[in-house]
């Protein structure tokens, strides 16, 4: 309730900022609403002014055409000027109306009616000229239309003659008055402008003076909570006061020293209970910790030790120098072959303690099957059946290569015509498996047989010794962590599968993409 009572008060610290804020935005609102208002009307004195010396120029540039198109139609050198010549006494006349409503001065007014007076008289002539001309076109018998218009015509040249000599000092009075006006412009200009800096100076003075002494209200109260709780720091916690602030000049501060008292308070009667039990949790999370640290050494380790037993990293540099030399002397198809070769041993040398895509996998599987089609010649056929859709997963690197060897040497490496080895891939959208298949249709193994070699597969110790299926089966079970399992089926005779299952989820790919 003490709360509710002063939540809402200009004496918390909450009102007193609303307040200095409020104000700092109405002087900030007013200030620039008034120097926004002057710019305007100084904007639209200089547009006034620009615009009555703009209409003068555009007054007589219209005339001079008049006089031009006037000229050339009384002469007979062209007689569609007519509604040209109406034209230009239409804008004359409307442009007249705008600068005799100027108020300049009372020898301007003189002088711009003068003007008016001899632009009526110039119209009535120009007209004149119009009419005869249009009489000589219905009758060319009467020749009195001729006089007629070179009276007029002399007359307007009169009058042109006149309103062009009237122009400087029409001129020179609105210049006169423009200059004026921006005298009386620069100096107001000066006034707002000094006025607006001492009203800037008095209220930052003001300002700061206020922010000065708000600033005080709230931070001397923090800055004793802020001493206490520093001693609360260093000090034991059964040991520490209560605070009690000897400054506090708002509610906010006393509720929150209530507020830290109580929490205090409730800290120090349950503080013995949690030590009680602190160290034996603290110990058990290390432990734990601990244990899980050694756990993944154990397991890259491991991973790492199972991989290095295929680096064929001795091989490599010796086939690049047998491929170069059978290329100088234009062996070119044991070249090809040694490049294949070493291209598969580069692979081991640069991947075999990474993981790599299994599009990585298959197409070094395809290199060594390529090698293989060219010992073997037509003895055995392989053949690709895959299933790209899972291919972006990461595997082990050299976890094919292994089951194609086996295939070959304990399968159907004997076989005369008619082997094959299949190596299909394909994804189980139901169980989110990607699975892994490698057939051949080779001897194939008794069901005693088999289990043996499920059951060697299975024992950690010959991984270390082999880099067959034990070797392939381990590491996918450490890279996985479990998940992955492989699985053998066998017909004697007539066919063998090895089988990989490898979780995994085509929304992956997904996700990746996207990112």
């Known amino acids: 309730m003490a709360y509710l009572q002063w939540k809402h008060s200009s004496d918390t610290t909450e009102g007193k900022l609303k307040k200095f804020f409020s104000q700092n935005l109405f002087f900030a609102f007013a200030l620039t609403s008034i120097t926004i208002l002057f710019c305007i009307a100084s904007e639209t004195r200089y547009e006034q002014s620009s615009r009555q010396q703009l209409e003068l120029n555009s007054f007589y540039l219209e005339f001079e055409e008049l006089q031009s198109d006037v000229h050339t139609y009384s002469s007979g050198a062209n007689d569609s000027l007519d509604l040209s010549i109406k034209e230009h006494l239409s804008k004359l006349n409307d442009s007249m109306a705008f600068l005799v409503n100027l108020e300049i001065s009372t020898i301007y007014q003189r002088d711009i009616q003068d003007v008016a007076l001899m632009l009526e008289n110039y119209t009535r002539c120009a007209e004149s000229i119009i009419v005869h001309r249009q009489h000589s076109f219905s009758d060319t018998d009467d020749s009195s239309w001729i006089t007629q218009i070179n009276q007029s015509y002399y007359e307007a040249q009169e009058i042109y003659h006149s309103i062009n000599a009237e122009f400087r000092g029409l001129y020179s009075q609105i210049l006169e008055f423009a200059r004026v006006m921006m005298d009386h412009q620069k100096a107001t200009h000066r006034v707002f402008i000094t006025t607006v800096i001492l009203i800037l100076i008095f209220m930052l003075i003001g300002e700061f003076a206020y922010s000065v002494m708000l600033s005080h209200i709230i931070t001397d109260p923090i800055r004793e909570l802020t001493s206490s709780i520093r001693d609360f720091s260093v000090q034991k916690l059964t040991e520490y006061q209560q605070v009690h602030l000897s400054s506090a000049s708002n509610p906010e501060m006393n509720v929150l020293v209530t507020v830290f008292n109580t929490m205090l308070q409730t800290i120090q009667e349950q503080f013995k209970q949690i030590r009680a039990n602190a160290d034996a949790t603290i110990k058990l999370h290390q432990k734990e910790v601990e244990n899980l640290q050694i756990t993944n050494l154990l397991r890259s380790s491991e991973l790492k030790a199972l991989q290095m037993q295929i680096n064929p990293h001795f091989l490599f540099n010796t086939l690049n120098m047998i491929s170069q030399t059978a290329y100088v002397e234009g062996a070119d198809k044991t070249s090809l072959l040694l490049d294949s070769t070493a291209a598969l041993l580069r692979y081991t040398l640069d991947f075999a303690s990474r993981a790599v895509p299994l599009s990585k996998e298959i197409e070094i599987l395809g290199i060594y099957v390529s090698l293989q089609e060219q010992r073997f010649g037509g003895r055995i056929r392989f053949t690709f059946d895959l299933d790209e859709s899972f291919h972006h997963i990461k595997v082990p690197s050299l976890i094919l290569q292994p089951l194609v060897e086996n295939a070959i040497t304990h399968g159907i490496g004997m076989y005369l015509k008619n082997a094959f080895v299949i190596i299909r891939t394909e994804y189980d959208d139901s169980r989110n498996l990607g699975i892994i298949r490698v057939i051949d249709n080779g001897i194939g193994m008794e ?67 996207e990112q």
Not at 479 to 485: I, L
Not at 492 to 507: A, K, Q, R, W
């Open 447 to 513: 069901k005693e047989q088999l289990e043996k070699v499920c059951a060697d597969m299975k024992e950690p110790s010959n991984a270390e010794q082999k880099i067959g299926l034990s070797n392939v089966y381990t590491r996918l079970h450490i890279f996985f962590y479990g998940k992955a399992t492989m699985e053998i089926r066998s017909v004697p005779n007539v066919e063998t599968e090895v089988t990989i299952f490898i979780p995994c989820s085509l929304s992956d790919r997904d996700s990746e993409v």
